[in-house]
């Protein structure tokens, strides 16, 4: 029996070949910086940036899962200003509603912990909030990919905690075309781009995770409104009910295992010397705790079965938002290798 190593990795370290496809080399023909992309990205498509009028958003979502019927739901979201918005997602068995009201958010659903598909449904359609390099990532230089719809100027950057990005743009219209991460192992592409009130957005966008295609959001209506109800933006009021205080991502700080053994070995893997990674979605909870724990890759069941029962043992320091406690997401990655 060999020597065995288990290693877990919170919100970030995976295997490279789960990240877009490898760039071409750097297009030497190119000046354009990559500030000057996602600048441009950014000011086309942000349509909660400065100046920004009041809005409706309604999406259709299909939710694909192996071996299931597709799941289908509804995103709606009104925005009256950056402290003011309402986010509701709907699906068959799961109901969320989210208000942003000043400096607090307020969170209500029907469960203990928010779904998977929910998750990435509400990151994918906040695509343009990440059109930034975050302060202290080490950024690559600008390279071309060819693809048959056209050429992309692609830049891929790793942030301080080792998360790794690859963002490519459409040279001709400056709209950002795919977007890959380390962190969920998956791919987005938006597509179709429509022009409201002078800002860019895709009518649709698709996740994959290893090829295949998990998530697709159809936008069915985007309108800018003179005005909203003002009750429309009081805090919601059902089961699980829950509120924390605005946050953007550089206020916010990661979860930290502070405690819980490391998942064991499955005995007929650890003899055949097989190996692999599980990658896990998490709630960690303003407490500290794991909450709707989900598999998203695995190499096999026994493997699932190990990485969860360690990980449901586990204790967190809390994520922390102006140093208040707060619930957040997270991708745990455990690696699984035979030496």
Known sequence: MGKYLLRFVLTGVAAACFLAPALAAKDQAAPVTAAALFARARAVSNIEGAGSQPFSLQVSVTVYRRGQAPAEGDYDLSWASAGKWRRESSFSN????????????????????RPFFVFQTSHALDFFRRLEIPPGATVGNVSALNRKAGALSCVEYQTKSLKRHTFCFSPATGYLASESDSEWLTTYHYQDYFLTNGRAFPRTIRVFQKGHLILQARVANLAFEPSFRASLFDPPAGPHLRDAPACDAEQLTDPRKISGSEAQYPQDALHSKKKGAVQLYA????????????????????????????????SFAPARCGGVPVETTIAIIIHFSVQ
């Open 94 to 113: 799961y109901h969320e509603i989210s208000v942003g009201e000043g400096e607090k958010v307020w969170h209500m659903s029907n469960a203990s912990y």
């Open 283 to 314: 709630d960690i909870g303003a407490n500290g705790r794991v909450r709707g724990l989900t598999v998203l890759q695995s190499p096999g069941s026994d493997f699932s079965r190990a990485a969860t029962e360690a990980v449901r043992q586990w």
